[in-house]
């Protein structure tokens, strides 16, 4: 009797993951609604949500946009999705908002704008807050957008600031990643350097009617040429772009650059790049149950008590002291 | 044969972080900061270091300081510096660049000012990126203190601005977290209430002679008032003060709030929080070292294939291969 209730609890929570899951593959747009946010919120029912749209995944183009705040990502990624829209196919936006306490609330307001697609059925807008995601921020947003892809959008849009690892781990689950930036924007196109120039699978300069535009692109294409040949680059040389976002100049070709970016992949080497992503994925998250076994397992008994004992009169450093719990406590004998 | 190499390095290594530890403790100032980059890089020679320096830590009020950029914080900590100074009290200073790849730059830049203390035996200032720091940056900043406290700072001050979790994660290494803002800056002081009311143990409105500086503090102290009683609230209510960083006013009460802070925390609860951020410290390293060696594990045969080969064909999802990989592979009979 006592495994009953959880049991039932846990085939309730199974029907209603499964339950919206036929819903959103139904096209039913409140159901998606709802099931992103099982999903953003890491709710019991996601895991079955998830589990019954994978296999009805793996259609969409997911596109992600990022730069520095201020380079009008916004604003590019409604462009965007006009053009993608003149093209007939449906769009889903994940508009992540950056993990900042401080500035999060002036970034969701600035999204106001998209608002501009809601009426249109083929386009789906979700603004995502980047912080407490249980499992961390890449693999809520990965399944969000197969939520939107199982769905049946053709094309999904990632909107994130660009700040630190965190944001560079999102850009992980686009297939095609944009930069942006602008001419003259703080210490100019030199500050996207770190990180960010072995990611872009396309940049484009926004705001081109500003001063400082040539310079700009000159900057990036040198800092191409200096950036040597990846693995992602053998079959694509990154684009250096030109759009004025807010009255739509340069759009289309940005699309067009996604669209044939999409082609290469999909001639190429997308194959191997989905199976080594999905293979990233399954160790993250056995690596992810291992260690949450291994939390509850040291928690459960005082046994580390007396290791931290020593750690706290200073007799034992905190990594010595992990080594000797692994070394003790966690290998068995094959 | 083939071993004799290996652990001759491993000798060696272990032999340059003892030695550098020696000097260290006898307050050789270029020891410090070279075995501050071996910790920051995650060298070999960083954990013996750190091991040989662990029993003579323990001493030092480490003090965080973070806020929204722009907030003053590098004049902050730089009159802070004289504060504790003028106590004849000795002061490390960890200036965290924030995570970001396009405004990192700036930010260095920034902190120049604070050179001024430069040429003071008793103040070592160091600058940390805070990307690509193998293990996550709060557990290096960790080291990067104790290093500083066994060096013999009394006063350790951690500056970062504070974006997202990563940099919330540092405030978890201080014993003492300042909270920076200042009057109408963006959205007021509205926009620190996510996450930030709840670690600071002391606000500092910067910029004060500004307008809006009563408003500020007006709201700040309804958010305190409405945030309810948190374990470290029982005994320490957080002040919010007013300080002209630029000329100095009001920095000497906040010297006298970190002081107070931490007589709080010595009489009561400084041992529970030290054993549990210990304990955390611990279990997390047990975790990382757990899930390397799961990753090492899957990687070294091919017996992840089949199930990816199955995730790939959309069969299986990767949640439900990564719990068939925990079942069959990893848990065993006790």
Known sequence: MPNAKPEETGDEVHSIGVDLAR?????????????????????PSAASLTAALYPHTGHAHVIGVT?????????????????????????????????????????????????????DAGVFIRSMASRRNPGGLAPTTRDVARTLDAFGCDVILIETVGVGQVELGIMKVADTVLVVTVPGLGDGVQTIKAGLVEIADCFIINMADRPGVQQAVGDLKTMLTLGGAEERRRRWNPPVLETIATNGTGVPAVWEACQRHERVLATDNRMGRSHDRLRDEVVEEVQRRVGAYVGEELSRNGSMEPVLAAVMRRELDPTAAAASIVRERLTRPN
Chains 1, 2 share one sequence.
């Open 23 to 43: 819903r959103i593959l139904e096209h039913d747009a409140r159901a998606l609604a709802r099931g992103i946010t099982l999903v953003e919120n890491g709710s």
């Open 67 to 119: 730069g520095p705040p201020g380079s009008g990502k916004s604003t590019l990624v409604d462009a965007l999705t006009a053009a993608v829209r003149n093209d007939s196919r449906s769009v889903g936006i994940i508009a992540v908002d950056p993990s900042s306490p401080f500035t999060g609330g002036a970034v969701l307001g600035d999204r106001v704008r998209m608002q501009r697609h809601s009426g």
